[in-house]
């Protein structure tokens, strides 16, 4: 079982930076892949990043390629997404999420995760 807090959220201008937090607990969150995905009002989630066990193998949307990072922590138990030059249309609630398949390859697909945490809020204005 892992549990997953995400933080780091808020309301930004255009161009700006935020980095979101997701603490895990569990005995297993440094031996599962984890991801980030993302849902604005009235649509269906969306893959943002995801991140293999050790960290040595990354994905991403193609809308955030090249402005957005993800990395881990396994020591602090944590995994993180660096959102750079963000836009209006990065406006969403942000969740991280973990795999159960330990030591397993990232997905890009949300059924694949069996862990979600509660979600951030990331408001990008013009």
């Known amino acids: 079982q892992v549990q997953l807090v995400e933080s780091g959220g808020g309301l930004v201008q255009a161009g700006a930076s935020l980095r979101l937090s997701c603490a895990g607990s569990?005995?297993?969150?440094?031996?599962?892949?984890l991801g980030w995905f993302r849902q604005a009002p009235g649509k269906d989630g969306d893959f943002v990043a995801a991140?293999?066990?050790?960290?040595?193998?990354?994905g991403y949307a193609d809308s955030v390629k090249g402005r957005f990072t993800i990395s881990r922590d396994n020591a602090k138990n944590t995994v993180y997404l660096q959102m750079n030059s963000l836009k209006p249309e990065d406006t969403a609630v942000y969740y991280c999420?973990?795999?159960?398949?330990?030591?397993?390859?990232?997905?890009?697909?949300?059924?694949?995760?069996?862990?979600w945490g509660q979600g951030t809020q990331v408001t990008v204005s013009s």
């Open positions: 999420a973990a795999r159960s398949l330990m030591y397993g390859s990232w997905s890009r697909y949300g059924s694949d995760y069996a862990f």
């Open positions: 569990g005995r297993t969150f440094s031996k599962v892949p």
């Open positions: 991140i293999n066990t050790i960290g040595t193998s990354t």
